[in-house]
């Protein structure tokens, strides 16, 4: 009696706990596909991926939904077994063939959401490629832009003016610096003087004729602006191609383990489905058989 009750009562909790996780799955699926939005890929990708994280649920409460049957069942043959004349009791609605229908379903489903991720991530990952191209373009512009004003003001009259004042200063401070001995060697132990100063002032020293040559060379704001904006240009190039590989990574990432847990899903409740269905189908064909018996 003891092993009857708790073979009942195993049953029935197997039976609840797998509609439970069923209805819960498609409550999930109610709330997810609000806001409604079919046509945005992003709202396409975001609902395949937790339905796929989701998926799983429906097939565990289908286990335990056929195995409180399966319990169920066994009960009732020992029932009968040991008192025939006892009137077995049968659940008013038989849920197997729904939860089949159901799983069959899932499986059509999922695998829809297989070609359908796979291309929804292909569109948005170049859509991002193709927006990080188009940053990366325009800061490009606006660095030949700025290079372009600056050139164009540096070969203006003022700014050859202002770059001959500063030529002319700079050689009139080095001068008198290299001509005292003292000021020189404090300009050398100096850390405050930069070290390509300090390598004028060695060069200087050794061969005054070419201080205004080295100045010239180290007071040339057309080739700094070049060499700074070839800089920038180098920076903003390397960031383009981490960015465009960063999004192509993340986008096979999300297209490799939801496309391919979608796919296992689908096979998985297709056999579970189909097989089920093929079962059930056959046990109420011999049943057939043999009533007309």
């Known amino acids: 009696m003891i092993n009857r009750f ?24 109610f709330i997810l596909i609000f806001p409604f939005q079919p046509t945005d890929g992003r709202w396409q990708i975001a609902l395949v991926t937790a339905l796929v994280d989701r998926g799983i649920v ?5 286990g335990m939904l056929f195995t409180g049957y399966w319990i169920g069942s066994i009960d009732n043959k020992d029932s009968d077994s040991t008192n025939p004349e006892s009137s077995t009791r049968k659940p008013i609605f038989d ?15 999922f695998l829809v959401f297989f ?14 490629v193709e927006k990080i191209s188009q940053d990366a373009e325009k800061a490009e512009n606006q660095l030949k832009n ?17 770059i001959q004042q500063l030529r002319t200063r700079t050689k009139n401070q080095l001068a008198e610096i290299i001509k005292d001995e003292t000021k020189y060697k404090q300009a050398l132990d100096s850390p405050k003087i ?14 005054p004729q070419q201080l205004e040559t080295l100045i010239n060379e180290q007071t040339n704001p057309l080739a700094a602006a070049q060499k700074s904006a070839n800089q920038e240009l180098n920076k903003i190039r390397s960031n383009k191609e981490k960015l465009e590989q960063r999004a192509r990574q993340e986008a096979w990432k999300s297209g490799l383990r939801t496309g391919l847990s979608s796919l296992l899903l689908s096979v998985g409740y297709t ?7 093929r079962s059930m189908n056959n046990s109420s ?9």
């Open 115 to 128: 070609p359908l991720h796979l291309n929804n991530v292909r569109q948005i990952s170049n859509q991002r």
């Open 6 to 29: 708790n073979a009942v009562n195993a049953a029935r909790t197997l039976t609840v706990g797998g509609i439970v996780l069923m209805l819960s799955f498609l409550l999930d699926v």
């Open 95 to 109: 849920l197997r063939f729904p939860s089949l229908i159901f799983a069959s379903i899932l499986g059509l489903i």
């Open 194 to 207: 930069p070290a390509a100063v300090k390598e004028v002032l060695k060069k200087a020293k050794a061969n």
């Open 271 to 277: 056999i579970i489905g189909w097989t089920g269905l």
């Open 146 to 162: 700025q290079l372009s004003k600056a050139q164009a003001q540096l070969n203006s009259e003022q700014g050859k003016a202002q």
């Open 58 to 62: 429906p097939m565990v409460g289908l």
């Open 285 to 293: 064909g011999k049943k057939h058989k043999s009533a007309v018996r």
